[in-house]
């Protein structure tokens, strides 16, 4: 079992740069991928970013390509997003996932609550 606890949202102007993490616990975190996934009011949950469980390997949507970088500490269990250049588009609640290394929603066991992010323009 593993729970996943998302902080580091908040209000941001475009241009301007937030670090989003995600802690977990129980045993799992070191053994699995993780991702970031976000949804928009009325719009459905998209994949952002996602790692493999060495952190060595990452994927990211086109959307946030150059801008945004997933990483993982796996003695803290924790994994972060840092988002910079952020655009009025990105704002979405941000929620972090663990299970497997993929960008596929289904994929993933495990959800944190998420995190609101909102950026100004």
């Known amino acids: 079992q593993v729970q996943l606890v998302e902080s580091g949202g908040g209000l941001v102007q475009a241009g301007g740069s937030l670090r989003l993490s995600c802690v977990a616990s129980?045993?799992?975190?070191?053994?699995?991928?993780l991702a970031w996934f976000r949804q928009a009011p009325g719009k459905e949950r998209e994949f952002v970013a996602t790692i493999n469980r060495s952190g060595f390997s990452t994927y990211y949507a086109e959307a946030v390509k150059g801008r945004f970088t997933i990483s993982r500490d796996n003695a803290r269990s924790t994994v972060f997003l840092q988002m910079d250049k952020l655009q009025p588009v990105d704002t979405a609640v941000y929620y972090c996932a663990a299970g497997t290394y993929s960008q596929e929603a289904r994929r993933y066991s495990y959800w944190g609550q998420g995190t609101q992010v909102t950026v100004s323009s």
């Open positions: 129980g045993h799992l975190f070191n053994s699995t991928g």
